[in-house]
């Protein structure tokens, strides 16, 4: 589960701040994903020369199907 805090401190072990997150497409336009992503994972492997990763999101209102997804958008996310 996505969690966002306010403040820049952890409490406990295993917190973390997720301040956005960012859909770009292949136009370079960038869609504000931070409030209707409900689950992010994030890949590494030794064996891929990049980090993957899958999100799951709600979409009441169906913006994805307005936008044109080409399977070349990228994920801009800042964790800490």
């Known amino acids: 589960m996505v969690k966002f805090f306010t403040k820049d401190s952890s409490d406990r072990a295993g917190d973390y701040n997720l301040s956005h997150i960012d859909l770009i497409n292949h ?3 960038i869609i504000d994903l931070k409030y209707i992503v409900i689950e992010m994972n994030i890949y ?3 064996y891929k020369n990049a980090v993957t990763g899958s999100i799951v999101i ?3 209102k ?6 044109e997804i080409q399977g ?3 994920i801009a996310f800042n964790l800490f």
Do not use: H, M
């Open 58 to 60: 709600t979409d009441a």
């Open 72 to 74: 070349l958008e990228r």
């Open 44 to 46: 590494e492997s030794i």
């Open 62 to 67: 169906n913006q994805i199907g307005r936008l």
């Open 27 to 29: 136009k370079g336009e």
